[in-house]
DNA sequence: CATGAATGAGAATTCATTCAT
DNA sequence: AATGAATGAATTCTCATTCAT
């Protein structure tokens, strides 16, 4: 499905205001007009409210991908290393979309997704979860990581630290004292945190190095 | 504030709606008919929809604190154990009140909030903080715990993790095949899963024990 | 029909608020709240809010009264100063009563009357132009006063340059730079200018003196 | 502010509804009803109640004007001639447009006036007393009208006088034995009769024929 | 292809009154 | 005799969508 110039920006103002209030706390009157658009053009471009953001969900999903999966492929990468490209990616990836993602979060927090969307996010948990499968196997099998691993909890950690950092990132600030600093140097700094901490805890976990199990 | 029986089930039925469907999701028509009251008793017990999550937010955070403080306080216990018991003590506070927790995570989403609720929020949250942060340093003081951690990502980490955790666990059923176990035996054995997961992750991490930082 | 003291409170305190928002701009809440009473107490006492207003007139149409005539049947008085009196009285029964003789008005503006009030001030009404008819038939009997007099006009001017007077007070104030006197101080300011003003209107109207007629 | 044809009708429905039961009496279904248009589209086209009866006023007071000032501008026009000129005037637009003052009354009577309709009020009632003023001056200038004027209740006086009229119109009938009067032929009466009535009165007041002050 | 007008359903809240005690 | 609890009707307004053009 491909947009043109005017549905793209309606789409975009909707990802940031169901991102600020909620889906049902969105009126299309309100995107229409924060999009400079009518408000029947929400129903006429999209049919309905509904499809609208189902068709947010259907464009961002078919932008991602691919750049990462070669990446992965070297052969040159020791294990860690990829873990600590997968870990960069995912903060790279919810940080740089941080409206969408937090319309994601919002609707696993639903019961009632609409089937669509659901699939939508199925499918990407389960990219998700499979890459890291992928390299923890591979780690595992040249011996560089223990192997009770829960792969699920694992990445329930990764995107739950990532996610959780984002929605309470105004908190962080204030409790590490960094209310004046500029936004952009602010999301860098959050970013590198974030780096640094989920890539010292994969290594302490995942690698066999002196690991005794409780 | 006390409520009395029918405004307590008023609220409560309240609460499982705004978990479901989120605050402007939910309308009191709907809260009104599941709770089995006449519509205008909402606007006549709490005055608006807005003051009855206030009044959610009292009741639920009057309830909790106090009974993890003493535990911690006893001098028998090693560093680890007590984050063990933190550890236990936060998933249990927050798969025991899953409903309510979905809504202070929506709530965190949002940037409408409501200035109590976020004071609520604010205040639970550096509880929280505050009590990791204690913990730590009395096992830095022994020794235990090596140096640079850092407090705020770890309680990141903790929280973000349990709460990813029980907002995807009809995704974590499915992918580990428990989609048949029992419902009250699939919560106690998450439970298990993330405490181990998560003692695991926090003893490798925040212990001295041949960590080489990166 | 007799009131006891909450009653009157009560009686009190709506004739303030209708006098303020109106009958239908007042609720019985509102009233309820003023006067400290339960919300109930309403019904219980007067069967309706209607009923209440009903009652409001019969109080104050019972209170008023007699003191003027006596005052006018006094012999020694000549026409033009009986009607001096008139206006001194209805200036003092409106002014001091402004509450009261605002509902009046308002009454007087609507369509929706109740019979039973539109009873009372069809009374009120026959009474103050039965009075005035007197008066100038006195005084036209003594050749003091002219005789082409619209009667129903002249109480017109009357009644309608004092409730005028009232509803414009604060135009009043402003117009005439008295913004900054003190309330007590400024009505009674308004009496007097009012007295006089009618007083002179009266005089060269009714009297014969030199009275070319167009 | 233009306005359509339909937003005319309903503001002339709610001119009427407001007159006969007041804007707090008076509800926007009543007014939908009776414009025969869908209850939504009071908020549609006016936003809200409030300022439906604020475009009432914005639309009544765009009207009226200028008309009459260049009549009184004309320098062959006796003093006391422009007065009964002002006379004729205010009772033609109060007397041609009796929903719209009945409504500017209630205004007056209540404590909760809107600012928008206050600032009109306001405007209309200052340029009233400003034209009166001017009349007035010319008079005394040319030794027509004597000094001691009061300014603020002769104005009080002729407004008073046919509002009161107007609202106790029906009482006038029953008084003056009109009741079988045609309606039309009843209005063009009280038009006349008001008008000989409150030009007697300001010729016998305001001239200086003879008049000795009290 | 696009849009302004229009609408009926549903939203939250307030209302005067009633009822059980 | 008095009152707190409760209620259903009615309030204004917003909503997503449709329709005629």
């Given at each position: 499905m491909e947009y043109n110039t005017k549905q793209i920006q309606i789409i975009e103002v909707a990802e940031r205001l169901f991102a600020d209030k909620g889906f049902a706390g969105t009126s299309v009157r309100d995107i229409a007009q924060e999009a400079n658009v009518n408000v029947s053009m929400i129903s006429y471009y999209f049919g309905s409210k509904e499809k609208l953001i189902e068709a947010l969900f259907a464009m961002r999903m078919g932008e991602s991908r691919s750049r990462m999966e070669t990446l992965l492929s070297?052969?040159?990468?020791?294990p860690i290393q990829k873990i600590n490209i997968l870990i960069d990616s995912a903060i790279d990836r919810l940080m740089g979309n941080q409206c969408f993602h937090n319309i994601m979060m919002r609707e696993q927090l639903s019961?009632?997704?609409?089937p669509t969307i659901s699939e939508h996010i199925r499918t990407l948990k389960m990219r998700n979860i499979q890459l890291m499968q992928k390299l923890i196997e591979e780690g595992q099998a040249q011996g560089a990581f223990r192997k009770n691993i829960d792969l699920s909890l694992m990445t329930t950690t990764l995107y739950g630290t990532i996610n959780y950092a984002i929605a309470t990132q105004e908190f962080y600030k204030r409790i590490n004292g960094?209310?004046?600093?500029e936004e952009a140097e602010f999301q860098t700094h959050l970013r590198r945190k974030l780096s640094q901490h989920l890539k010292s805890l994969f290594k302490s976990t995942v690698t066999n190095e002196h690991h005794n199990q409780d």
């Open positions: 070297n052969e040159d990468l020791i019961s009632e997704r609409t960094l209310e004046d600093m």
